[in-house]
């Protein structure tokens, strides 16, 4: 059986036209499966019983199933899937609240972020992370990306699945050609419709890739998870470094800025005792303080059972945020989301592999 998300509006037109069916059906079969959710063709209650039967014979919509899920105080639910040849990855649910105003009311807007895996497992090993610690399985493809979307927009429990991260397990500009694949069913308006600045890619400093995205036709976010300005302190936490070192990734980055005019964000944990001094502020600085567009988004460290670390008190985190405002870059400090529930990267893949 093959996955039918594996096929864009194109080819699925080509699919239909080549059993003699109109082509127009495969904008409704779209509309089934990425807008109103559906997992099964005989519910495709508008098309010939007929095509349904084909279809049903050849593909399928969902191939992963749901192996457990922890549900948040503050609405954060994190979902753990089986895949077909029984890997496991993850998914999280973020619901975010906006006050919008109108006129004199005040409304709430609900949506949901999705935070998806792009890989079982790691290859890169950062040192703070729960994903790789269990090493690297295989990529996914588009379907299965598609696969957790789907999933996901399907149980969001406040708003609709509004924006889309690729901050789970892996690395996806190491699975780059499906990544990409399934980000165009994502964004299409006859899929998903999520619009691409919506939609953020996060590297741990893929230089190839980083530098391919910039010749898309895409305008997705990008971020650079960076968490430490010197080469030295990098290679440690980030083995990665050690192939595409500070200098280069800077260069690099400074060159999609100037490609695409659009903002890279800079991902910086803040850990105990290993990366929050001042001393650590002035570096990052240093290197970032000639880049255009860029901004940094401090992350407190998520406490990770197996690597032992811990973030900076909060006074610190205040010295840390302050001292690169004054220093004239754009700053926003994230409070991680779903603590109680193992959110962090793979924490909920590592806890159910450990049984
Ligand atoms: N490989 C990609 C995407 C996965 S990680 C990347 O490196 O960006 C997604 C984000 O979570 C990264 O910024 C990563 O550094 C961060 N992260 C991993 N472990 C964490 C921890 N223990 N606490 C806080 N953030 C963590």
């Given at each position: ?16 036209l080549?059993?003699g ?6 904008r ?18 508008n ?9 049903a ?14 549900k ?5 639910t ?5 895949l ?8 999280v ?30 290859k ?10 269990k ?12 696969d ?7 149980n ?33 308006p ?9 939609i953020?890619i996060?590297?741990c ?33 980030m083995?990665?470094?050690n192939?595409?070192?500070?200098a ?16 890279i ?9 290993v990366n ?19 901004k ?14 811990f ?5 610190q985190i ?38």
């Amino acid at each position: 059986m093959q996955d039918i998300k594996e096929l864009n509006l194109k080819t699925l037109e080509d699919k239909l036209l080549s059993w003699g069916s109109p082509k127009y059906h495969a904008r409704g079969i779209f509309n089934w499966i990425y807008q109103k959710g559906v997992y099964e063709f005989s519910q495709m209650s508008n098309l010939p019983i007929s095509l349904r039967g084909l279809l049903a014979k050849e593909y399928l919509i969902l191939s992963l199933h749901l192996a457990d899920t922890q549900k948040s105080s503050d609405g954060t639910t994190k979902f753990l899937f089986e895949l077909a040849d029984k890997n496991l990855v993850e998914a999280v649910n973020i619901p975010m609240v906006k006050r919008a105003s109108t006129g004199k009311t005040a409304n709430r807007l609900h949506s949901t972020t999705g935070c998806i895996s792009s890989q079982a497992g790691c290859k890169f090993g950062c040192s703070f992370c729960a994903s790789g610690q269990k090493g690297f399985k295989r990529n996914l493809s588009a379907g299965e990306i598609l696969d957790e979307v789907l999933y996901l927009k399907n149980n969001t429990s406040i708003g609709n699945l509004t924006h889309i991260v690729f901050m789970g397990t892996g690395e996806p500009l190491d699975n780059y050609d499906h990544l990409l694949k399934a980000i165009r069913i994502i964004n299409s308006p006859d899929a998903f419709n999520v619009g691409a600045r919506r939609i953020t890619i996060s590297t741990c400093g893929i230089i190839p890739g980083i530098k391919k995205l910039a010749q898309e036709d895409l305008q997705v976010e990008l971020s650079i998870s960076l968490h430490a300005a010197v080469d030295k302190l990098r290679n440690q936490l980030m083995p990665v470094n050690n192939k595409y070192p500070l200098a280069t990734l800077i260069k690099c980055c400074q060159e999609y800025i100037t490609k695409t005019n659009r903002q890279i964000t800079f991902e910086y944990i803040l850990i105990k005792g290993v990366n929050a001094d001042a001393v650590a502020a002035g570096n990052l600085v240093k290197l970032l303080k000639d880049l255009r567009l860029a901004k940094v988004n401090l992350i407190p460290a998520n406490c990770v059972a197996e690597s032992k670390i811990f973030p900076p008190d909060d006074a610190q985190i205040d010295y840390f945020k302050q001292y690169l405002i004054k220093s004239g870059l754009n700053v926003t400090l994230r409070r991680e989301r779903g603590q109680d529930i193992d959110a962090a990267c793979g924490q909920l893949r590592l806890k159910y592999e450990k049984i």
